[in-house]
């Protein structure tokens, strides 16, 4: 049950990821959606849905880099 609710928020926070990188807010923006990968990998491993978490994993690894960029800029 627990990781249905963490999709659905996921699922909210995504649409505010993308409202937020689309208006130049980029931090706030990979920060959210990197939360989003991560609530989303418990119910994709629930569902054996393993390429739900592969793509979870790339792009939280594009998040990731586009972090370090941002700090090292």
Avoid at 43 to 52: G, L, Q, S
């Amino acid at each position: 049950m627990i990781t249905t609710y963490f999709r659905v928020v996921a699922s909210v926070l995504s649409v505010t990821s993308y409202l937020l990188l689309t208006n130049e807010a980029v931090i706030a923006g990979v920060v959210i959606n990197l939360f989003c990968q991560v609530l989303l990998v418990p119910f994709a491993i629930k569902h054996k849905a393993y390429d739900m978490v592969g793509l979870s994993a790339l792009f939280g690894g594009i998040d990731i880099h586009i972090l370090i960029l941002a700090v090292l800029a």
